[in-house]
């Protein structure tokens, strides 16, 4: 029986147990004989015993007494062994254990190994887990490694010295000329700047943008996405803080913005990653236009994941460019609308990033269209926001008056507490609207008793101008007739002192 | 002056059941098996609770999660703050689409019985948290290349006469 058919039927087996308990049980004695096996010395299904092991312990159980075999099993001559072994090391090792050194020496073996696929294993292991001592010990070999003309094993070279680079950041002048030569390879001329090497990039981009069909790499009729979005991703290294290779892009972005399809995800990344480009380089305003008008496109996409996005990019630019944003404020405010709830925040967020003196009167509306059917975790936060807003931009003191008392109708429950004595400072100083706010506030009361905070500061607005509430003062109002204590009785020992000043009121008439 | 590359990295990638069994994990950043074990704990219970018509992106810790669900299996990325989400779909898309064409038809169940088979073809086509090769042929291709030397009939692929 071929042992990867024992391996399959440890899963089987493992799988079948009805209980934790069973499964306890049958994973113990399958460990015992792992153990057991590791200990002699020679025997054939050597990596079946670690695959098996590898399986139980992505089940959470413990594997340690696993480490050492991945070290003997990476240092042995057949390819399947070696295999298992890096493997092993990539899961059960990690650069903060010591056994992960002694690996170390077998990497720099196979990495000279004759046969690809095994100097492929000692790559990956290295990208993925080499500590920082490995990747000094290491680098001289991959950097022989990125000159070979072996494409399979180069490109592994350079993922692995990008690794290098994260870990030791000083190595990266190891690999300069390497890499130089490497980007050469593909084009005439040699590039000794970052000036130079974005012309170069743009040429690529252009080609990849621009040309036909390439069916190995097109991901829904883009080219290449995965590859475009690496070098605008470079290229946004190369322009920031760099006036000249910023103006050197600007074309090519502008083209790869005008003429990338979002009609599939692959084009939105590619066009996602062109507006990151373009808002972290030193790009002329026509260009930033151009990005917001793509985020702004993103908003009416009809997948969310792409409205969430545009959202969040849009978010990190309202300030810097709060005109481009401002132009798709209706698109933004649809979006309170929608239907998922992190879309739902980052619309709030937005408006109320957006709301200014001009267009205060139609952004509250819908702010306060927004408040009466948000979901609750997002209440407190449009209240608060609310609030502000209107503090900074309200066109008259009773609009703003009503805009608070809208808001204690509506979410009264999730108001901070100093909105009572705000509101109260705030009704105090507009001296023409006492007869209006009293009167206002009692029939709000009559209709709900129920959010504390509207009940305080009603009370206390009665208990001050209930004078105000007998008498016909203003034009839309009509004398009111005060009742019975009844409602008096309904308030909370809290609005004791305010339910007092009430009753007096009411004990007068 | 170029060589300094973007601080921009997927951290480690889930596949996880509905029922919140880890069918795969692969970390590209140094964390103890203890660390692990809590982040995979907490995001699996996270990624779950998520309603069907929720986006797939969501904010977590400092990190970005990017996520799919296929069939019975959840596919999640974790990326930092500067990378592109959408980017990051994509090449969850094509991880399924290989083992979809190195399985035929992939299922949980091909995961389950052949892990190693789906932690191959995924260091066949990320590297160190990035994408080494976005030519599906040519990832299929180097796999095949390998299991075969794998088969070589001198004990297991032994290296020594290659």
Not at chain 2, 25 to 41: A, C, F, G, N
Request: proline share 3%.
């Amino acid at each position: 029986m071929s042992p990867s058919v024992r391996l399959q039927e440890m899963i089987r087996v493992i799988r079948s147990a009805r209980t934790q308990c069973e499964e306890r049980g049958v994973i113990q004695r399958e460990c015992a004989a792992i153990r057991a096996q590791f200990r002699q010395a020679d025997n054939v299904g050597r990596s079946h015993n670690l695959a098996k092991l590898l399986y139980v312990h992505m089940l959470g159980y413990p594997a340690h007494f696993g480490q050492m075999e991945c070290v003997r099993l990476i240092a042995s001559p057949r390819y399947s062994e070696k295999r298992v072994g890096y493997l092993g090391a990539m899961m059960l090792l990690d650069e903060k254990q010591d056994a992960s050194l002694l690996i170390t020496n077998s990497i720099k073996n196979d990495l000279s190994h004759s046969n690809q696929y095994v100097q492929s294993l000692a790559l990956c292991t290295l990208a993925c887990m080499g500590s920082a001592e490995m990747c000094r010990d290491l680098a001289p070999e991959i950097d022989r490694l990125l000159r070979t003309s072996n494409s399979y094993i180069k490109k592994k070279a350079a993922l692995c010295a990008v690794h290098i680079v994260r870990k030791v950041p000083e190595l990266g002048e190891l690999f300069t000329t390497a890499a130089h030569s490497l980007l050469s390879e593909k084009n005439h001329g040699v590039l000794h700047g970052a000036v130079l090497l974005a012309p170069w990039l743009v040429h690529i981009m252009k080609g990849l943008v621009m040309s036909g069909y390439s069916p190995e790499h097109n991901v829904a009729g883009i080219s290449d996405p995965f590859l475009q979005v690496r070098i605008l991703r470079l290229l946004r290294i190369l322009g920031r803080n760099n006036d000249t290779a910023s103006d050197a892009m600007n074309d090519l972005l502008a083209q790869v913005a005008t003429n990338t399809d979002s009609s599939k995800t692959a084009g939105s990344a590619v066009l996602y990653e062109t507006v990151l480009t373009i808002m972290d380089i030193k790009s002329e305003s026509g260009l930033r236009v151009l990005a917001v008008n793509i985020l702004g496109r993103f908003l009416l996409n009809n997948d969310r994941n792409i409205r969430y996005i545009s959202m969040m990019s849009l978010q990190k630019i309202v300030q810097t460019d709060h005109n481009a944003v401002q132009r798709h404020r209706g698109t933004i405010v649809d979006c309170l609308k929608d239907p998922d709830a992190s879309v739902k925040r980052r619309a709030l967020e937005l408006s109320l990033a957006l709301v200014s003196a001009v267009n205060i009167r139609s952004m509250m509306k819908e702010l306060l269209l927004f408040l009466s059917s948000c979901p609750p975790e997002l209440r407190a936060q449009a209240a608060s926001g609310i609030f502000s807003a209107a503090e900074r931009y309200a066109p008259s003191q009773r609009w703003h008056i009503d805009t608070i008392l809208h808001v204690l109708t509506t979410a009264g429950a999730d108001v901070r507490d100093e909105t009572v004595p705000n509101l109260i400072q705030l009704i105090t100083t507009a001296n023409e609207l006492h007869s209006y706010t009293v009167h206002k506030l009692y029939r709000a009361l009559v209709a709900d008793i129920s959010q504390q905070s509207l009940v305080q500061v009603a009370c206390w607005c009665v208990g001050e101008y209930g004078d105000l509430l007998l008498r016909a003062e203003c034009d839309d109002t009509e004398p009111v007739q005060v009742f019975r204590p009844w409602k008096v009785r309904s308030c909370t020992c809290i609005l004791f002192r305010y339910g007092l000043t009430f009753l007096r009121v009411c004990v007068i008439r | 002056i170029i060589c300094c590359p973007p601080p921009l990295q997927m951290q480690f990638m889930l596949l996880f059941s509905r029922q919140g069994k880890l069918r795969l994990q692969k970390w590209y950043v140094p964390l103890s098996d203890k660390e692990k074990k809590k982040i995979t704990r907490e995001l699996v219970q996270t990624v779950l609770a998520r309603k069907p018509k929720m986006c797939s992106f969501l904010e977590w810790r400092d990190l970005k999660i990017v996520y799919k669900r296929y069939a019975s299996l959840y596919f999640c990325c974790a990326i930092e703050d500067q990378d592109n989400e959408l980017i990051t779909l994509e090449i969850i898309h094509r991880y399924v689409e290989l083992l979809d064409k190195y399985f035929g038809s992939v299922c949980e169940l091909d995961i389950i019985f052949n892990f190693e088979k789906a932690y191959f073809i995924l260091d066949e086509f990320l590297l160190g948290g990035e994408a080494q090769e976005t030519s599906k042929k040519n990832v299929l291709k180097a796999i095949e290349q390998a299991d075969l030397l794998q088969e070589v009939r001198l004990g297991g692929g032994d290296l020594h006469g290659i």
